[in-house]
Nanobody, 114 residues
Framework: QVQLVESGGGLVQAGGSLRLSCAAS????????WGWYRQAPGKQREPVAH?????SANYSVRGRFTISRDNAKNTVYLQMNSLKPEDTAVYYC??????????WGQGTQVTVSS
């Protein structure tokens, strides 16, 4: 089992920045993929960024967001810059394990005002 706890969401003005954190506990040695998704009101959950255990990153939101990991802290981060009102959503941490299991965090609200 893997437990995920997100933090760092909040209210920010357009053009501002936020850094989300997701701390993992439990069987963290089994995690081979870390990621962030988001879900805006009335929309489907969509991927934002992923990073492998080897450090290879992939982005669906390019240029403004950066995903990174701290292996010692079992934590993944999402640095979000130049935020836009359309970035408003609940952001979820997601991990995949070598056992083929998937885990989600509880979500953290990001609200960008215009």
């Amino acid at each position: 089992q893997v437990q995920l706890v997100e933090s760092g969401g909040g209210l920010v003005q357009a053009g501002g920045s936020l850094r989300l954190s997701c701390a993992a506990s439990g069987s963290t040695f089994s995690i081979n993929l870390w990621g962030w998704y988001r879900q805006a009101p009335g929309k489907q959950r969509e991927p934002v960024a992923h990073i492998t255990s080897g450090g290879s990153a992939n982005y669906s939101v390019r240029g403004r967001f950066t995903i990174s990991r701290d292996n010692a802290k079992n934590t993944v981060y999402l640095q979000m810059n130049s935020l836009k009102p359309e970035d408003t959503a609940v952001y979820y941490c997601h991990v995949a394990t070598s056992w083929g299991r998937y885990y989600w965090g509880q979500g953290t609200q990001v609200t960008v005002s215009s």
